[in-house]
């Protein structure tokens, strides 16, 4: 691969992270330009690469970790039920891999339960694998890996400075 093949590259990466970097004596002595109207157009998709290249990342290591300890899924399964206004009756619907691990460990799921009267564990292929839904008498919660991913996008979405002049301008 040429040098010249990185040449795009060379020239995006200082104008994505000049918000980043310190100014320099001699800058800091110059006023300071009048600032832009808003991002660019070119720095709103560097900016939604970044997102779902951070997103992609976060998604493989948490199936990973989840993959490798399976026990982490005991905790979060655990603080959703206990967010549950009506735990008499809990059924968890999970994909067939954590339907083995959740059977093994289900005296232990069912101790740290103690107010839930009826806990119920559903195979549900349909789910992808690092799916989970827990259904109480009330509703549902969806606490699977991509739903919590989704939710973490919207929020940074709706958090970055160039989502709100998006929104402003529409």
């Known amino acids: 691969m040429s040098s010249s093949s990185f040449a795009p590259l060379a020239e995006a ?12 004596a001699e ?4 006023p300071a330009p009048a600032p832009a109207p808003g991002p660019s157009a070119e720095e709103i998709c560097y900016e939604r690469e970044l997102l779902e290249l951070a997103l992609g990342v976060a998604r493989k290591v948490v199936q990973q970790e989840l993959a490798e300890r399976p026990e982490i899924w005991l905790g979060m399964i655990r603080a959703a039920v206990k967010r549950a206004v009506d735990r008499e009756r809990i059924v968890l619907r999970v994909p067939p891999p954590l339907m083995a691990f959740l059977r093994g460990s289900l005296a ?32 549902e919660v969806d606490i699977g890996v991509e739903t919590r991913l989704e939710r973490c996008e919207r929020a940074l979405v709706r958090a970055t400075p160039s989502a ?7």
């Open 13 to 24: 990466v200082p104008r994505v992270f000049r918000p980043f970097v310190a100014p320099s």
């Open 27 to 30: 800058a800091a002595a110059e």
């Open 108 to 139: 232990a799921l069912r101790a740290s339960l103690g107010d839930v009267k009826d806990l119920e564990l559903v195979e549900d292929p349909s789910l992808p694998a690092g799916g989970c839904v827990i259904e109480s008498r009330l509703g």
């Open 164 to 170: 709100s002049s998006r929104s402003s301008r529409s």
